[in-house]
């Protein structure tokens, strides 16, 4: 059984930064994709960004320039490095670890808040 477990969120101004970090416990053996989701408060989930066991990443377009994720295979970790928040980024953060991603499958963290508020 895999265990995510989600740190970093909290309340921030807008035009500041927070890193999120997931970690797994448990063999997290075939699950290529790391991937970060958000959902924010009436909206439905959405994908933020995701990282391929190789390195490749990908962004959803309102988070390019501004986010970065980034992970250590060696310690079953992966991070989102989130610069210059926007109000609009509050949600919850949820990571997810899977074989092909796309929030199909695999496994989720227990979610963490983001408040980007003045």
């Known amino acids: 059984q895999v265990q995510l477990v989600e740190s970093g969120g909290g309340l921030v101004q807008p035009g500041g930064s927070l890193r999120l970090s997931c970690t797994a416990s448990g063999s997290i053996f075939g699950m290529n994709v790391m991937a970060w989701h958000r959902q924010a408060p009436g909206k439905e989930r959405e994908l933020v960004a995701d990282i391929t066991r190789d390195g490749i990443m990908d962004y959803a377009d309102f988070v390019k320039g501004r986010f970065t994720i980034s992970r250590d295979n060696a310690k079953n970790t992966f991070y989102l490095q989130m610069n210059s928040l926007k109000s609009e980024d509050t949600a919850v953060y949820y990571c997810?670890?899977?074989?092909w991603g796309g929030g199909v499958g695999g496994y989720w963290g227990q979610g963490t808040q983001v408040a980007v508020s003045s």
């Open positions: 997810h670890v899977s074989p």
